[in-house]
């Protein structure tokens, strides 16, 4: 079975800071590992994602995410937070051999960029 | 644009009603999935369908029920069975790789069902 922990409920940051959002997983196989963010009573939006290739992976926002297979985490950083950053981030895992039910999620970690 | 639509926004409800939540996707993808959302425990999956005329409970399938006559259209029916039905419902979709399923999901806004 697969697994994802986000081990934070909450997050907080100032504004201009670095921020990271922390996420571990377990799964069968390599790996399928993606970052969504919602905004209140909003649907998930796609952040980014890693398949393959090189471990730190660029999205949108000025997000990214380093896949560690040691410490098989995949923890979503973004350089200097905004304001608008806050918002509730959900990471999600696939092992590569695939499973009809999709992505397993986290429970999610709210993000607050304070001003 | 392409993408996933889910309606009612908001959707109020008498206990012991059945009320069915629509979603509909013109992304041409094989999958639909059903998740229910409540504070604290993220995305649980409640029905998925990768085919037409096929469906498959998820974690948590009591109470509910789906439809997949058609490829665009994944409707949810909230039954009376259903005992904790206030929660915010996703759709999503997404495509099918060759003998894998590991494709992005893309999701609908949402339908926030309250039970007065």
Redesign the interface.
């Known amino acids: 079975a697969q697994s994802v922990a986000q081990p934070e409920?909450q997050v907080n940051v100032a504004e201009g800071n670095p921020l990271t959002v922390k996420c571990t997983y377990s799964v069968s196989g390599n790996p399928?590992l993606?970052w969504?963010v919602q905004y209140p009573?909003?649907?998930?939006?796609?952040l980014l994602?890693y398949?393959t290739g090189d471990n730190l992976v660029k999205g949108s926002y000025g997000f990214e995410a380093e896949f560690n297979k040691s410490q098989t985490s995949f923890h979503l950083k973004k350089p200097s937070a905004l304001v608008s950053d806050s918002a509730l981030y959900?990471c999600?895992v696939?092992g590569?051999?695939?499973?009809?039910?999709?992505?397993t999620?986290?429970?999610?970690t709210h993000l607050i960029i304070q001003p | 644009d392409g993408g996933i639509t889910q309606s009612p926004k908001y959707l109020f409800r008498k206990e012991g009603q059945n009320v069915t939540l629509s979603c509909e996707q013109n992304l041409n993808h094989d999958a639909m999935y059903w998740y229910r959302q409540d504070p604290g425990q993220g995305l649980r999956l409640i029905y998925y369908s990768q085919i037409v005329n096929d469906f498959q409970k998820g974690d948590i399938a009591e109470g509910y029920s789906v439809s997949r006559e058609k490829k665009e259209s994944f409707p949810l029916t909230v039954t009376s069975a259903q005992k904790n039905p206030t929660a915010f419902y996703l759709c999503a979709s997404n495509t099918l790789g060759p003998g894998a399923n590991t494709g992005e999901l893309f999701f609908g806004e949402g339908s926030r069902l309250t039970v007065l």
């Not at chain 1, 009573?41 to 796609?46: D, I, K, T």
């Not at chain 1, 590569?96 to 992505?103: C, I, K, T, V, Y």
Request: a positive charge.
């Open positions: 409920d399928y993606f969504y009573n909003r649907g998930l939006q796609f994602k398949i959900f999600a696939i590569s051999g695939g499973g009809a039910d999709g992505l999620f986290g429970k999610g």
